[in-house]
């Protein structure tokens, strides 16, 4: 399998490292289980953003301290214009706060740099693909959920109807006959019949009484 990396990195030291573990892990893994990775490296967040919404990737890993974003505002930045791709963040802050702030901005994980090792950092990716890939899956269900319940209609509450006509009054002071009424507000359809006591009362030649 092919792992396509977004790495934004302004240092050069550090992107260098990190894609060296990231092929030396992808190589030794390719004997056995034929993985590899594919590294696209950029050194500003704009650039990274715009290299996301293409869609060519599989995981973006992202320093929190750029020429153009410092912070947390990356991360958020990121998930904002990558809403359906993993992030793991880099940082050089061995601040378990700070890494954990990321995770809440959006971030699927966090790594310090210094001390990740190549194990940690593949790891780190193929569990952070995972997550994402089920939170995508929990967020369509989601969404497929709510469209179907917004189509949904539900009849409560009181509701005004004619003791005579049986004429049902709408929001709107409409008076309407039920079978329009309870098809606009539900998913029921009516197919008319005649009960015996209507038969016998309007077609008595036809229904007589028993």
Not at 26 to 32: L, Q
Not at 138 to 155: D, I
């Amino acid at each position: 399998m092919v792992i396509r990396v977004l790495l934004i990195e302004d240092d050069q030291a550090d992107a260098f490292l990190i894609q060296e573990m990231l092929q030396e892990q992808a190589a030794d893994r390719n004997d056995v289980e034929g993985n590899n990775a594919v590294i696209h490296h950029v050194t500003r967040l704009d650039e990274g953003i715009r290299q996301a919404a293409t869609g060519g990737f599989d995981i973006i890993l992202s320093d929190l301290g750029l020429p153009d974003s410092q912070g947390l505002d990356t991360v958020k930045k990121l998930a904002s214009a990558a809403r359906d791709r993993p992030i793991v963040v880099l940082t050089g802050l061995a601040d378990h706060e700070v890494g954990l702030e990321a995770v809440n901005a959006g971030a699927q994980d966090y790594l310090v740099k210094g001390q990740v090792t190549g194990e940690m950092l593949i790891r780190s990716i193929r569990y952070a693909i995972e997550r994402k890939r089920i939170e995508n899956e929990k967020a369509k269900v989601l969404a497929e959920l709510q469209e179907a319940l917004a189509k949904v209609k539900l009849l409560s509450g009181f509701i005004p109807i004619c003791a005579s006509c049986k004429k049902i009054r709408d929001d709107t002071g409409y008076w309407q006959q039920i079978e329009a009424y309870i098809q606009q507000h539900s998913n029921a359809e009516f197919s008319h019949s005649i009960c015996p006591e209507c038969a016998h009362k309007l077609y008595p030649e036809i229904f007589p009484d028993k």
